[in-house]
């Protein structure tokens, strides 16, 4: 444990890591031992800011256990919320992140999918949270947390894979104990690097055998072992690296509780793979009754107020449907003007006959480029929602 050692700083003069308290460098003998540290905060409990992020997630969590006990969800407090819940709160949803909910890249690292989830994330960051936080200053470690977490979730989305989780910011931890291990040598870095390995071999062994999210993980250590290397142990020296830290630390903080904003001002108005589903069969129903309209024969049997009463109804579903996304509104909003307009062509049909036909090439066009627009669309949709085009889950 960091905290079972003395507080370390760098001599000036050789760079060696010696104990605070010395004003001259034991190792050189040179006055260039750097002030005492600007505290970010002033406990002296190292544990605080580790004690603080788990406390976030057991509140996290118990907030989506109750909302899915209200939601009928079997067994939340074991099992986890339910998946509408976890999308509610910003897991990691490749659909919505694709379709620019970027906090989702955040949220994740605080939502957790079960208990036993849960309490294995927030055992291993109690035990490794307060090395790092006393090793480099609590802004350092908010820093280190978030943005390992951050590459963790942005890995796992190159990668199509879907979760949520802190993991990757812990791994993101087990990497940065790691090199400070090496870096700092001796018996003890020696056996903290060993032990942060072995932490980590095994983890990853379990991520494949159980089918964890390994990428996440991997992505989140390599971030952690770069910061070891590019970042300073120990608390801000000076007034100035301590403005700079704290600011840090601040907007770190400040990224967290605008990507929690975000979640709450979209609460409930993420698209659900039934929605595409829905959407796909409306605009089919639309498509035939599209088609109906240019085969009309004025001369021949059928009604007219019929068809424009199909039109209608057909484009009031599509227009009904859950929005998925922009493009998506786009083309159905094209697809349903026309509609319409068939319809009020049709409606007056009885007193202007020639007015079926009259536009009836331009919108067959039409129809069949914003049709060509949608098929493109859906496909790429239902593709990151995992689905088939025949409706089926894959």
């Keep these: 444990m960091f ?10 003069t050789c760079r060696g890591l010696i104990a605070a308290s010395e004003r001259t460098c034991p190792l050189c003998g040179r006055d260039s ?8 905060t002033r406990t002296q409990n190292p544990r605080f800011f580790t004690l603080l992020l788990i406390g976030i997630n057991v509140v996290i969590y118990v907030v989506m256990v109750a ?11 074991l099992n986890g ?40 994330n927030l055992t291993a960051l109690y035990q490794i949270g307060p090395m790092v ?33 802190a993991s990757g910011a812990i791994y993101g931890l087990i990497g940065i104990s790691a090199v400070y291990g090496y870096k700092i040598g001796g018996s003890f870095g020696r056996a903290l690097g060993k032990q942060m390995l ?27 072992a770069a910061l070891g290397y590019l970042l300073a142990p120990g608390e801000a020296a000076t007034n100035r690296s301590a403005t700079l830290w704290n600011g840090v630390a601040v907007a770190c903080a400040v990224v967290i509780l605008a990507s929690f904003g975000m979640v709450a001002l979209h609460y409930g108005k993420t698209a659900e793979p039934q929605d595409v589903i829905l959407l796909d069969r409306r605009v089919s129903t639309l498509e035939q009754s599209l088609k109906s309209s240019f085969e009309f024969n004025s001369e021949g049997s059928g009604d007219p107020k019929k068809i424009a009463a199909d039109l ?14 922009k493009r998506g509104d786009q083309i159905t909003s094209g697809l349903v003007d026309l509609a319409n307009r068939r319809a009020r062509e049709f409606d007056s049909a009885d ?44």
């Design 351 to 394: 007193k202007d006959p020639s007015a079926i036909n009259n536009n009836a090439l331009a919108d067959a066009q039409q129809t069949r480029q914003l049709l060509d627009q949608y098929s493109a669309w859906v496909d790429s949709i239902l593709t990151d929602y995992g689905l088939y085009r025949d409706h089926t889950p894959q």
């Design 3 to 12: 905290g079972d050692k003395k507080k370390l700083v760098m001599c000036q």
């Design 33 to 40: 031992v750097p002030p005492a540290p600007v505290a970010f």
């Design 198 to 224: 072995i932490w980590a071999g095994i983890g990853m062994v379990l991520s494949l055998v159980f089918h964890w999210d390994y990428v996440n993980h991997g992505f989140g250590m390599a971030t952690g």
């Design 133 to 165: 936080e006393e090793a480099y200053g609590s802004p350092k470690f908010i820093f280190v947390y978030i943005l390992t977490g951050l590459v963790g979730n942005i890995g796992s989305y190159v990668f199509h894979i879907s979760g949520a989780g």
């Design 312 to 325: 209608r109804s057909a484009a009031d579903d599509v227009a009904r449907t859950p929005r998925i996304d």
């Design 81 to 120: 919320a339910g998946q509408s819940v976890l999308r509610a709160f910003g897991d990691r949803y490749l659909p919505a992140i694709a379709n620019g909910e970027v906090w989702r890249l955040i949220t994740p690292m605080f939502i957790h999918l079960g208990l036993m989830h849960l309490g294995f």
């Design 67 to 77: 909302v899915s006990i209200k939601a009928g969800s079997p067994d939340p407090v």
